[in-house]
Every structure is written in C-alpha cells, then in structure tokens.
C-alpha cells in the first residue's frame, strides 16, 4: 500500500514559537493532502485541505494564519503552527490519497506538546 | 451537514468473545464508509471499506461490516477477538461525488479486551 510519513513524530516548544509538521507521500503523488487535529480520547477533526499549489481551504473555526498550510510539491505539505499556545497541544494527522485512489493513508501523527 | 454516530464509546469483551461496534451515519446519499483502528499514540489503519456492491465486506484482521441501508448503520463484528484487538476504532464517512480522502469521523470507540 501507499506510505504517507509524517515528521516530527512528537515535539516539545515553548509558548509563542511556531512549530512545522511535515507530511510526505514516499511512493505516490498526491496533489491534495489533509490535516487533522485529535485532542486526547477524542475523535479526528478535519481542520484544512492542502492542495498542490494553490491555497490551502480550511474547515470552519481554523484560524488560518495559525495553522499555515504550504504543499510545495506533489509529495510534500507542511502546517506551521505559529505562535503556538498551550491549547494548541495536540495530536496531529495527515493523509492523502494517490490519484484515482478511494481510499485515504495516513501518516504516523505528531504529538505536539506546547509548554 | 454530514455526521457519524458512534453510541459505544468503551466496550469491554473477552478474550475470544464475539465483539459488535456500531455506528450510525447521516448524510444526504449514501457515502463512502469506512472503519479505522488506531493504536495509542499511532496514525490509524485502514480495516474496511464499503463503496458500493455486496452489503458484507471483509476486512483485515478478520474484521467484517455490514452496510444496511435502511437504518444508516455501518455496524463492525469480529466472531473472535484477541487481546491486540484492545484499541481505538473510529467509523467514517466520505462523499462518493469528492475524494474518499476527505473523512469525517465518528467520535471514536475504545475497545478493551480482558483476558
């Protein structure tokens, strides 16, 4: 099946400095990626679609200057949390999908602990 | 707007005992329809799909679901269930007219598995 491998696996900042995530796909082009945030023992919410090359769309109540959305190429998008505050802690997750392909892979997650 | 509901959210079974997740979807036309298992601190791992045909599908893991139309439910049974089957599993959704990537999940049920 298709990888999509996320990096860092968890990180630790500090109060009011921004943070990047990255989501590749290893073997497959995807011209659109997504972002999801889990908060603990809760469920995955859809916060933006990252699409390659053109402006990212965010789902409603995502502050898009926060959470900053950049898919430079076809196997690669990254979110930059900005200013990061404790309750932007976090469980993060990507996925994308190989074109024509119904079914979405997901990335490992990134544990994002902001102190 | 979309939803998925899953009643359960912590089931308890017996190691070797029949185990039955159930969730329940509310969409305008019938949807692409999925099930996740997630491990703690992991990305989540696709089990089955249903995206049209036989209403049974087969997944991995020996994990079945059954779509029944008449009552918007995408219910998972497994007739055995081991004790690495102690996880998190979330039902989802995605619209058959965009990508099967772009999912909206349920609230998630933990499953323990006491031996």
């Known amino acids: 099946g298709a990888v999509v491998s996320q990096h860092p696996s968890w990180v630790i900042c500090k109060s009011g400095t921004s943070v990047k995530i990255e989501c590749r796909s290893l073997d497959f082009q995807a011209t659109t990626m997504f972002w999801y945030r889990q908060f603990p023992k809760q469920s995955l919410m859809l916060m933006a679609t990252s699409n390659e090359g053109s402006k990212a769309t965010y789902e409603q109540g995502v502050e898009k200057d926060k959470f900053l959305i950049n898919h430079a190429s076809l196997t690669l998008s990254t979110l930059t949390v900005t200013s990061a505050h404790p309750e932007d802690s976090s469980f993060y997750i990507c996925?994308?999908?190989?074109?024509?392909?119904?079914?979405?892979?997901f990335g490992q997650g990134t544990r994002l602990t902001v102190v | 707007a979309q939803s998925v509901t899953q009643p359960d959210i912590h089931i308890t079974v017996s190691e070797g005992a029949s185990l039955e997740l159930r969730c329940n979807y509310s969409?305008?036309?019938?949807?692409?329809l999925f099930w996740y298992v997630q491990s703690p601190g992991q990305g989540l791992q696709l089990l089955l799909k249903y995206f049209s045909g036989d209403t049974l599908v087969q997944g991995i893991k020996g994990f079945e679901a059954e779509f029944k139309r008449s009552q918007s439910s995408f219910n998972l049974r497994k007739p055995s269930v081991h004790w690495s089957d102690a996880a998190e599993y979330f039902c989802?959704?995605?619209?058959?007219?965009?990508?099967?990537?772009?999912?909206?999940f349920g609230t998630g049920t933990r499953l323990q598995v006491t031996l």
């Open positions: 989802a959704v995605a619209p058959q007219t965009g990508t099967a990537s772009k999912l909206t």
């Open positions: 996925s994308a999908s190989p074109r024509g392909n119904t079914e979405a892979f």
């Open positions: 969409y305008g036309a019938t949807p692409y």
